[in-house]
């Protein structure tokens, strides 16, 4: 017989066990993802995490696709993917139920997405994604709602507004760039666009090399670098902001700043990975220098419910990872301290005491207070302590003398204050 | 160049889409679920879909693994599988921190799982399954705490006791019966379990022609088959219901009684699917005549956290799928009709009064209202129409009155009454 290999104690590669302390911090992200999407009238919805892989293959992008998604073939055949993203997924059920929906339509979810990318700092092969996301309008204000949630939610998180900026850029205006402007060709169009999308995580000659490359002309390839460095549509060239799609953008971003977001601006390299884009995009940013990057974005995605062979739907979203934003909120100390969801601690002074205990947990839980009960055989100081290790905000014993007076010793073990109270008392004293 | 294949709008196979009305019954499950679980002490805990396949050869059981798993070899050739099953993966969590958690541990999570099956009532490929479990523990009074957490979730759902019955075995007791009672081999008692197990997924032929077939003896199938009839141990012969096993039994369920579980009873043929319980094992029954089946169930599984080459450490849980529970729900008319999570539609007049609207909605979202904004530029009665059809209930048009008097005309769309209302004042309104 072959020796019995060891089963694993760790988590899958690049995937991550949730022990109840880092799921409070999981559980605080999510629900101000969902008061801040439904505060803004996002109905949430969910679908499965499984796919058939055509629904990637016609907009996510190439290298998602054939290197970094879970694709395998079913017991029945079928090539299906483990979701990378959430907004094939929308879109795919917005263009299923077309006929039936009131638009506009106002979305959220918060799915769990798996990438197999080499496991690093703010990135992992799983993560939870908030996604938010408004279908049937095409109008400007509907980009600014989708700019200011992002906004609203890094407030509600804490973040000061010098701690992130909000980058803003345009796929049209990208367009007219490099396509009418720089007259490159689509391929060439194509390749400087992903150099953008890269150019935080390159250095910077590398990126003037590679674009020398890909233009193969020094005059527009400097040009296309003072522009990369341009913080303001401002300080563009005058024939380049002169264009339409310039004054759009421009008059945006304003629109943002007087909406009280004082650190949006624009910026180029402002590309997203997707190809499904085609008009406004954004980033947020980490300021800090020390570790530079896009927490999350999003943008107009105006022709992917056409490709399910159905009439256009015109929609604009974004996406925000926990595994960034919670690096994000642990770097500037603003995630909160741990809280279990146990009120009470009930430790029965010895086994014949378990029914009684067990009778005033009933009676709590009713009025609406998390209790548990130790229904070890362990001394009660012992039960006690563990209460305590918990961080179970109170315990009471309960022992002859309880059960005979009907009175209940409750240990606040913030303060070591005892108080001696009824059975109905003990909601209160706990709710203060 | 071949026909380019139309993408299908239909979500993968045996699984579904969650429409804002499909995941509102699903939030409300879940609700209850944390209610209840919480409110006996446990905390929230999760972990990745993916598991390593080795984890579930250990002891799910052969049928699982060999024909109803989604397992696949990912780019590194590490041969993974999403997860079946919640119970393997805390029992890993837990060997893994066995040294810095603190016992007994009282955990819950609300997983996504998959199997590979034929879809069929009550029956898809993924589901979401409420786990509870127990370590630390090898008292009944865990056992007890267990099945009493599984009754208040129905009576929270609203179920009647006579709508359901909770059919408690052990694993102990049968084998008691199956091996030392009846003398069948390891082999025959194996068949015997799993046969009880379909029992009532098979007619009363089928079931008696596959015991004598098994047994190969005719006394013994008839007691068997006389057995498998019982509603209570005081049914079984003397000889069986004499034994140290079914004595515990009988004690719990007259516990559990007592303890205000009017709908509890024994009946042989609770096995419960997988390989790893060892003690008590229930299972909440549909009592429709209808449609008789398991809605749920757990046990006791002493051995399991032991198979990962550390110290035994006593386990104890259960599992409820969302799809049985809801078919539950929708039967009895239990499930609560669909409420938006939107509490106010603003309709500006026309896009001139946009800004102002938009500012309203600020207010009122730091208030603690959810509102949504109509940024179409259609007719402001077709804005209002569309609040209603949402189900929204209330409704505000912002137009060139409301602007200069600073008074607001909110409408209810349950009695069509009208009020106007200063900003301030809108909170109470709507709260009310």
């Known amino acids: 017989m072959p020796e019995k290999k060891q089963l694993s104690l760790e988590p899958y590669k690049g995937t991550r066990d949730f022990y109840p302390r880092g799921q409070f911090a999981q559980d605080y992200i999510f629900g101000v993802w969902k008061k801040i999407a439904e505060g803004y009238g996002y109905l949430r919805y969910d679908a499965s995490i499984l796919e058939e892989t055509d629904l990637y293959r016609a907009k996510s992008g190439e290298e998602i696709i054939n290197e970094q998604t879970y694709s395998f073939i079913d017991r029945g055949g079928r090539d299906v993917t483990i979701r990378p993203e959430m907004t094939p997924t929308v879109a795919r059920m917005v263009a299923q139920k077309r006929k039936e929906l009131t638009f506009p339509i106002r979305w959220y979810s918060i799915p769990n997405l798996f990438r197999y990318e080499r496991p690093q700092r703010g990135r992992l092969r799983e993560h939870w994604q908030l996604n938010v996301d408004m279908f049937g309008v095409e109008s400007l204000e ?4 989708m700019v200011n949630i992002a906004g609203d939610i890094m407030k509600v998180f804490g973040a000061k507004d010098e701690q992130y900026e909000i980058r803003v850029n345009s796929r049209r205006f990208l367009n007219f760039l490099l396509n009418d402007f720089f007259q490159l060709t689509p391929e060439q169009a194509h390749k400087v666009s992903k150099l953008f999308d890269r150019m935080h995580k390159i250095s910077g000659g590398e990126f003037q090399s590679q674009l020398l490359e890909i233009t193969g002309d020094k005059d527009r390839s400097e040009t296309l670098i003072s ?8 300080e563009l060239p005058e024939a380049v902001k002169a264009h339409e799609s310039a004054a759009e953008l421009m008059a945006f971003i304003n629109k943002l700043k007087n909406q009280g977001l004082s650190n949006v601006r624009f910026e180029i390299s402002v590309v997203r990975g997707f190809d499904y884009y085609t008009g406004m995009v954004f980033e947020v940013f980490d300021a800090n220098p020390v570790n530079p990057r896009a927490i999350f974005g999003g943008g107009r995605y105006d022709d992917l419910v056409g490709i399910f062979g159905v009439e256009r739907v015109p929609g604009i979203g974004f996406g925000m990872g926990d595994v960034v934003i919670k690096d994000f909120l642990e770097t500037y100390q603003l995630l909160p301290e741990y809280k279990p969801s146990v009120d009470l601690y009930i430790a029965p002074f010895d086994a014949l005491y378990i029914d ?77």
Do not use: W
Not at 142 to 145: K, P, R, S
């Open 227 to 234: 522009i990369s460095r341009a913080r303001s549509l401002e």
């Open 142 to 145: 509907a980009d600014l709602e």
């Open 356 to 432: 009684a205990a067990n009778e005033l947990a009933k009676y709590l839980r009713v009025q609406g207070l998390n209790v548990a009960m130790d229904l070890t055989d362990r001394q009660v100081s012992k039960k006690v302590k563990a209460a305590d290790k918990e961080q179970i905000p109170f315990v009471v014993v309960i022992g002859e003398q309880e059960v005979t007076s009907g009175k209940f010793k409750v240990k606040n073990f913030k303060d070591s204050k005892e108080f001696e109270v009824s059975k109905e008392e003990i909601v209160g004293l706990i709710r203060k």
